[in-house]
């Protein structure tokens, strides 16, 4: 089946009918170096859909840190996408070691995808990542709702406490001190619930 897309010629956007093989140059200029060029292909292979596409953009998550623009564009139309089977290689991707510091984007990406069943990951982002990973981690704290128990939180909490000793496990620990403390205060409250 053929569907409608966006071919780039120039700086200028053409509709053209969907084949196997612009498929297949689509993904392909992915990996240019010209950043209209991949932003464009990338918004066509999301528009065309599928699993063929959406497997596409899972598998550029696992691109290291050379790749890291076609990674993030990638996780940025998984976000779009909205499909929550993208959750866990989303995670994986962000946890990995070599992509700390390099990872804001794939954090951000999660706030497209249903995270109820994270908050433990999230609050490892908030204390363990880069500044721009703890605003991503914050901010999905902050909207969505999650499911826990009380270990989870009194977890959260007593590593917060272990943090707040030893500040320098926590990079840009200054910085993020008060909005790491809101995120933990919030929770809280549950423990007097249960």
């Not at 109820?116 to 901010?139: D, I, P, R, V």
């Not at 403390?181 to 809280?188: P, T």
Request: charged content about 25%.
């Amino acid at each position: 089946m053929q569907r409608p897309a966006q071919a780039v010629t120039g700086s200028r956007l053409t509709k053209y009918m969907v084949e196997s093989s612009d498929i297949e140059q689509l993904k392909k200029d992915l990996f240019s170096d010209d950043w209209k060029l991949m932003q464009a292909s990338s918004e066509q292979l999301r528009d065309i859909g599928g699993e063929e596409v959406f497997h596409f953009f899972i598998d550029c998550l696992d691109l290291g840190n050379s790749r890291n623009r076609t990674r993030n564009i990638a996780a940025l139309r998984l976000k779009e996408i909205g499909d929550n089977r993208a959750l866990e290689p989303l995670l994986a991707a962000i946890l990995k070691k070599e992509n700390i510091n390099y990872n804001g984007t794939l954090v951000y990406a999660l706030s497209g995808l249903d995270c109820t069943h994270k908050l433990c990951e999230l609050f490892e982002m908030l204390f363990y990542h880069g500044y721009e990973a703890k605003l991503g981690a914050y901010n999905i704290i902050s909207e969505q709702i999650f499911e826990f128990t009380r270990q989870d939180i009194l977890s959260i909490a007593s590593e917060w406490e272990d943090l707040k000793k030893t500040p320098e496990r926590c990079p840009a620990f200054n910085d993020a001190k008060a909005l790491i403390e809101d995120c933990v205060q919030g929770f809280l409250p549950y423990l007097d619930q249960s």
